[in-house]
Every structure is written in structure tokens, then in C-alpha cells.
């Protein structure tokens, strides 16, 4: 910025145009009263799991573990989700479908939010605090309880009172904490908060009433899944391999998807998982579920081609079926094949993982399918339409061998690799398929 001498003078903090703070608090019930009303309760460690789930709407995310609140700074979410009235909407949404419960308040200070919370009110400014809590009755502050008795005492009533008294009479009588706590909830005096900062993993679970099908645990999954994906995205992260345990009277019986590729889409995820429970055999009845993410990867969008020929398969699409097949059959029944330097057939090759870089060489005039172990043939009953290609390799393993291959075509029109070997077993020998 330039002063009237045309000199650039540094910018101060007050040049800036400071956007006012909102804070949005979310107050969940006790234990005692979200257990009478059916809806899942909130420990310390949920708290922390619904703070890294609420990340995903503000990067300041405080938590209250005394009060059972959270706090959100939503001024700087206004461009992405609307003002804050619209977003706690959102939320108080999304957290329904996750099971929770919660009562909102939005106000200019932290302190104020809390309280507005207590009462589903909405601050829109600072200059607003007085009129808008002013009615509230003096039990709704945050005071302990022998200072509200004895205000109670003095004859005040509701929060009106109080503030129009000087603090200074207010700190002889109560000690200067009231004081102090007034000034934070007006806005008069700093009250920092402190962020928290989530973990890069993710553990939760649900009790059950005790299921005995799997089908009893797709929703309860679900629940589990919308909470992981929340703090996926808060964190834009994404997962590779998921571990579901439940938990019942005999034990714990548990499972594991592994992923091609890293992903945060609850669809894809909730598909995996319905199709590894067709096929889950319970030991005996589930009272428990639980999920585990141990590391968050990075997230890669995968965008789609544009130009992309129409019945193309892709390498989205192969995933997702090499993925699915797993989640059906399990992690170690789909695997890949690789090349290995060795020019006779039934050692040319090994297993590798899926996703894992092939490394081979193609060549002519070889079938994409090998019998378990060559089979004795009379070649008369074959006609001949290439070869020979002559393969003698081995000798230094002790599995020497000298064959002549061809390709040949039996009486059903079926195209077959055949071979005639001279050492150490001579004769015609079926050896592969041309599919």
C-alpha cells in the first residue's frame, strides 16, 4: 500500500479486512439420556472420531470433552457450504444418518456458541449477545454450582442481571473467574481455542442386539462406513485395506478387504462388503462390530477418458472385478501371473499379486492356457499346422529336456500345443490349449 509520498508502507495487521469468527457448537446428550432415547452415545473416544468426521466442514475443529461439545470456526466455510445456519442443517443430517444426535447453536464467540447451543439459538453478531441470551435464565451459564446459588442468592434471576453489573463488584463477591468468563462470552476478552488434530487412522464400532445373520450386519456396516468416508474426505485421504471384526460369545471372527487401489467411496466400499457377507458363515451370534482403517493413504482422483471407445473395458472397471472376487472368494484366491526367464513352458512362468507390474515377453505361436501336466497323444490323430519349434533347456537344473513343438488341430476344430519329446520321456505329448 502506498502512502502519500508514493512510498509502499508495510501492511499492519489492521490493513487487512478481518473476517468476523462464527462459531458453530454441537452438543451431544450425556450417555444416560442418549441410551433412553435409542440413539448412539458419545464417549471420549467418539467425541474425537466425530471431531475428525466434522474436520470435512472446517479446518478448526475444537473439542469441549468436559461439556460433551464440539466446536466449529464455519466463517471460512461460507463459500463452500453456504452460511452457517445452512451447514448446520447439513450436518445435524448427515450426523442422523450416522446415528447421532445433537443440538446446535451458532454465535460470534466460542463461549456464546456453547451456551446457544443449550438453547438452539443463533447469534449473528457480537453487538446481538446481550439481547439475544439476556432473557436466559443465570442456570444456563457454564458457572459452577455454588456460584449460581449464590447469585441466586443475591436475587438475580436470568443473564440480564448479571451483565449489567460492574465486574469489579462481580469479582469481590465471586472472584474475578466470573468475571473473566462473562468477558469471554461478550467477546471482550480472547478466548483461543485449542484445534485438534486428527490421527491418520480410523477405529469405531456399534453394539448389536445379538445377530445370528449377515444380512443383520449390512446396516450397522453402513452406519460405520458414512463415518469412515466423513473423516476420509476431511482428511482427503483414502484407504487401501479395511478390516471389519465382530465380536461375539465365542470369540472374534474376523476379515479383511484388500483394495487395488486406494478409494473413500462408501458405494464401492459397501459393495465389497455385501459381497464378502453372502458368503461369511457366522460361528454364532454377533453382539458387536467394529471397523478398522490402521493407514490413511493419498487420495488420486481417477478421472475418466473422454475419448474412451465405447465397450472398452478400462483399468477402473478390472479392479473393481478383481476386488469384487476377492471380497467373494477371498484375498489369496485371485492371482496374477508373471514371466520368468526360462524357455520351457512349465517353468516359465510364476504367481504374483494383483496390480503388481508384469514382467514377461510375448511370444508367437503359444497358447494362453497350459495343461496341469502334459498328456501322451498319437499324433495321427492330429493335423499338423505349424511348427516344429525346437525348445532343449535344463541341463544345469537336472531337468534337462529336448522337445519340437507345434501346433496342431484335433477333430473337433479345437486348436492345441503339442510336442514331441525325445529325452528324458520320448513320445507326442498334449501340452496346451489356444483359447
Known amino acids: 500500500m502506498e502512502n502519500r509520498y508514493g512510498q509502499t508502507a508495510p501492511m499492519s495487521s489492521s490493513t487487512y479486512n478481518k473476517r468476523p469468527a462464527q462459531w458453530l457448537a454441537l452438543h451431544f446428550p450425556g450417555v444416560e439420556t442418549a441410551r433412553a432415547d435409542g440413539i448412539r452415545t458419545v464417549d471420549p473416544a467418539a467425541l474425537q472420531r466425530l471431531a475428525s468426521w466434522c474436520y470435512q466442514y472446517s479446518s478448526q475443529v475444537c473439542i469441549v470433552a468436559e461439556r460433551n461439545s464440539l466446536l466449529l470456526e464455519v466463517s471460512a466455510s461460507r463459500r463452500l457450504f453456504g452460511d452457517a445456519e445452512t451447514l448446520a442443517e447439513r450436518i445435524h443430517t448427515e450426523l442422523e444418518q450416522l446415528g447421532y444426535h445433537a443440538s446446535s447453536g451458532i454465535a460470534p464467540t466460542p463461549e456464546c456458541a456453547q451456551l446457544a447451543a443449550r438453547h438452539k439459538l443463533s447469534v449473528p453478531v457480537t453487538g446481538d449477545i446481550r439481547k439475544m441470551i439476556g432473557t436466559l435464565g443465570i442456570e444456563s451459564l457454564f458457572l459452577q454450582d455454588g456460584q449460581i446459588r449464590a447469585l441466586q442468592k443475591m436475587g438475580f434471576r436470568n443473564v440480564h442481571d448479571i451483565l449489567r453489573l460492574p465486574r469489579k463488584a462481580l469479582a469481590r463477591r465471586l472472584g474475578p473467574a466470573l468475571g473473566d468468563y462473562l468477558d ?48 476420509l474426505r476431511a482428511h482427503d485421504r483414502a484407504i487401501q485395506v479395511l478390516e471389519v471384526r465382530l465380536k461375539m460369545d465365542g470369540g472374534v471372527q474376523s476379515f479383511t478387504l484388500t483394495l487395488q487401489h486406494t478409494t473413500r467411496s462408501e458405494p464401492h466400499l459397501m459393495m465389497l462388503l455385501r459381497e464378502r457377507l453372502e458368503r461369511l458363515r457366522l460361528a454364532s451370534p454377533v453382539y458387536h462390530v467394529l ?78 492356457w497350459l495343461l496341469p501336466k502334459p498328456q501322451r497323444c498319437l499324433i495321427a490323430h492330429y493335423r499338423i499346422l505349424a511348427g516344429p519349434e525346437r525348445i532343449e533347456s535344463g541341463w544345469w537344473d537336472g531337468r534337462d529336456c529336448r522337445r519340437d513343438y507345434f501346433v496342431v488341430r484335433d477333430p473337433n476344430g479345437s486348436t492345441l500345443w503339442a510336442f514331441h519329446e525325445y529325452k528324458p520321456h520320448p513320445g507326442w505329448y498334449l501340452h496346451g490349449l489356444f483359447a
Open 184 to 231: 469471554r462470552l461478550l467477546g471482550q476478552r480472547p478466548d483461543p481455542c485449542k484445534s485438534f488434530q486428527p490421527a491418520d487412522n480410523f477405529c469405531a464400532g456399534t453394539d448389536l442386539p445379538e445377530t445370528v445373520h449377515t444380512q443383520g450386519l449390512i446396516f450397522p456396516l453402513k452406519r460405520l462406513l458414512q463415518e469412515l468416508c466423513g473423516v
Open 291 to 368: 471397523i478398522q482403517a490402521a493407514h490413511f493413504l493419498s487420495y488420486v482422483e481417477c478421472q475418466p477418458d473422454l475419448l474412451a471407445e465405447a465397450g472398452k473395458a478400462s483399468a477402473t472397471t478390472d479392479n473393481t472385478v478383481f476386488e469384487r472376487l476377492q471380497a467373494r472368494l477371498g484375498t489369496h484366491a485371485i492371482t496374477g501371473l508373471n514371466g520368468r526367464q526360462d524357455h520351457r513352458p512349465e517353468h516359465s512362468w510364476s504367481l504374483r499379486k494383483p496390480g503388481e507390474p508384469a514382467a514377461c515377453t510375448r511370444l508367437p505361436q503359444r497358447p494362453a
